[in-house]
């Protein structure tokens, strides 16, 4: 069990170490960070609480390979989603609801599946650790999903105002987070 879980810290750091990287090279925002900061602040101060609790350490399921398994497939399936929709947007993706000087809407790639693919990547990656390592990582994902969907609600009203022709069509013609069901 120790193994895999090295596997998933690893990954999970590796990833965060390249989306702050990638985030040195957007557009500049006009909406300041400290604006959603306590939404922000709320969700990170819930996991750390969860964290300290140890709710993640060794118990709340028995270790099987083929969950091991399958948890990765899924671990690795949300990450290269969330890079795929990071790296198609470029210089376009900013922060969570935040307003880009010069935006530009993005609707192929990923975007063709789901208007927030991003956030649908890290959804799946955060199932995969559960199901891999510990079912209390789902409380993590509920967190998780809570946030994205109020973000992509805030995002979805800002790209309307931006794009007040194409954003509505682009909704009508795709769905939030999950393909062909939400």
Not at 106 to 133: D, E, F, K, M, Q
């Amino acid at each position: 069990m120790v193994t895999i879980e090295v596997v998933f810290g690893v990954g999970w750091a590796a990833f965060w170490i390249y989306w702050i990287v990638a985030a040195l090279a957007t557009k500049r925002s006009l909406v300041p960070m400290r604006q959603f900061a306590g939404v922000r602040v709320v969700l990170v101060l819930v996991v750390l609480v969860v964290f300290r609790a140890g709710l993640f350490r060794g118990h709340g399921t028995s270790f099987s390979p083929l969950r091991a398994g399958i948890g990765l497939a899924l671990f690795g399936a949300g990450l290269l989603v969330a890079i795929w929709a990071r790296v198609h947007l470029g210089k376009n993706w900013g922060t969570p609801m935040s307003k880009s000087a010069e935006p530009e809407l993005v609707t192929s790639g990923p975007y063709r599946l789901v208007r927030h693919p991003i956030y649908s990547g890290l959804l799946l990656a955060l199932v995969g650790t559960a199901v891999a390592l510990n079912w209390f990582w789902l409380i993590v994902a509920a967190a998780a999903g809570t946030y994205f969907i109020y973000s992509a609600t805030v995002e979805e009203r800002t790209m309307t105002e931006a794009f007040p022709e194409a954003y509505p069509a682009y909704v009508r013609s795709s769905k939030m987070l999950v393909p062909y069901v939400f």
